[in-house]
């Protein structure tokens, strides 16, 4: 058996080696092969001969069988010494000598490191908990309200602009006496002091009242999107055309129809929205207690890192980041310079934990069951109108039930990570959950 040498912690190298008579033979049936469909000027399908195949053919199949043979072999030595190969290897051939009578190669590869868990117990850790209280419920119910508002001008008395307030007004910024690009508009809308406008412009319009002017100073941002603007100080006239008030739609039966209850019974709606706060609020405390157990593991476990491993992850996220830009509207991203020092910390992180995970559910047998995988799915189906149908979706393909069974794992070796650690609740008032990314 071919000796593995060890150059670094993971660096490993093994030399090995194709029979030229082995590869001539592969070669030779491969020709054959190819020569049945192969169209070639003067001769009918399958009729090309021998040596007509060699002299077209004959150097990419030689390469081609040598990449397969020698990719072959390797993995046989590597599979003999129980050597768990991480990335792709990298082929250097030694120099031909006459005479030999095979094709001699060095290759060089990392491997898996060896990873030995740390003390869980050591841990102190602080497991989230929340409650769905009625405070929270009448919250939502205020949100759901905002979201169904109408607006209107007040009737009488104070008509000046106040936070909330929907305006309609017409504006003009100059830059130097200039108008600038996207620096004007008619009857436009927008609602005081919901952030949509710079905050200069929410300050001059607040406090105005219908037909009347203000004019102020607007200094843009030095990051602002506009790069033309970016960092300059605009003159701006802003005339108020209307100013109306917010009204909200009235807790009633009506109000509950609108929101998929048949009858308008608002408890009902009441308890429509605690299901689903608590269903949200549960999705965050997984996450959030998710990440706090992972925190643990990385606390406790050191583990070296396959570089190769860790530029494919990277890779891996280069390429998502990518996607997500293009699905966001963003032109030409394959054309974005991204660096990938950007991606090697949130890169380096997951191969580790994926390592020490791996490792963790081996030895403690954290495997997903399938009545847990049946549990997982059944609970995210139950938020739809027919779960049935969810639940078939999940098990219709492997793929969709192999990311649950994923997901399964996760939340098992978190169980198990609090379960060794030293564990204490702590408890999250509703907008502390919810106000966690």
Not at 22 to 27: F, N, P, R
Not at 117 to 126: I, M, P, Q
Not at 140 to 156: N, Y
């Amino acid at each position: 058996m071919t000796a593995v040498e060890t150059l670094d912690k993971l660096q490993r190298r093994i030399t090995v080696s194709v029979p030229k008579t082995e590869l001539q033979s592969e070669v030779l049936a491969r020709l054959k092969n190819l020569s049945r469909t192969a169209r070639v000027s003067g001769f009918r399908p399958g009729k090309v001969p021998l040596s007509v195949m060699q002299k077209r053919y004959g150097s990419s199949v030689e390469a081609e069988v040598l990449q397969d043979k020698v990719g072959s072999v390797f993995y046989e030595a590597v599979n003999a010494a129980h050597v768990r190969v991480a990335g792709m290897p990298a082929f250097t051939p030694h120099e031909a000598t006459d005479g030999a009578d095979a094709f001699a190669f060095d290759a060089v590869f990392e491997v898996y490191p060896d990873v030995i868990l740390g003390d869980l117990t050591s841990l102190e850790l602080e497991r989230a908990t929340c409650s769905v209280d009625d405070a929270a419920i009448d919250k939502t119910m205020e949100i759901l309200r905002k979201q169904r508002r109408t607006f209107q001008e007040r009737a009488s008395g104070d008509n000046a602009a106040r936070d909330g307030d929907q305006l309609t007004v017409n504006f003009v910024g100059k830059i130097d006496g200039v108008a600038f690009p996207g620096g004007s508009a008619d009857d436009f809308e927008f609602v005081l002091g919901e952030g949509r406008m710079l905050p200069e412009f929410e300050a001059a319009a607040r406090g105005a009242l219908p037909g009347s002017t203000v004019e102020f100073d607007l200094h843009f941002p030095d990051d602002y999107q506009g790069r033309e603007v970016a960092g300059k100080t605009a003159r701006f006239s802003l005339d108020v055309i209307k100013v109306e008030a917010p009204v909200l739609p009235e807790l009633n039966g009506d109000f509950a129809k609108a929101l998929g209850v048949p009858d308008g019974d608002i408890q009902r709606l009441r308890d429509d929205i605690r299901k689903n706060l608590e269903r949200e609020i549960a999705t965050r405390l997984t996450a959030r207690n998710k990440r706090t157990a992972m925190d643990g593991l990385l606390k406790v476990n050191s583990v070296d890192l396959p570089s190769s491993v860790v530029n494919s992850e990277i890779e891996q996220l280069m390429r998502a980041a990518r996607q997500d830009l293009q699905s966001r509207g963003m032109k030409d991203v394959e054309k974005l310079p991204l660096s990938p020092d950007m991606f090697r910390e949130q890169a380096e992180r997951r191969v580790r934990l994926g390592l020490i995970v791996a490792e963790l559910v081996k030895e403690n047998e954290l495997h997903a069951k399938p009545e847990q995988v049946r549990g997982h799915v059944e609970a995210l189906a139950s938020s739809y109108e027919t779960p049935q149908d969810v639940t078939r979706w999940y098990y219709g393909d492997p793929q969709r039930l192999s990311e649950v069974e994923s997901i399964v794992v996760e939340n098992n070796v978190a169980e198990f990570v609090f379960s060794q650690a030293k564990t204490t609740e702590k408890s999250l008032s509703f907008d502390e959950v919810m106000q966690t990314a």
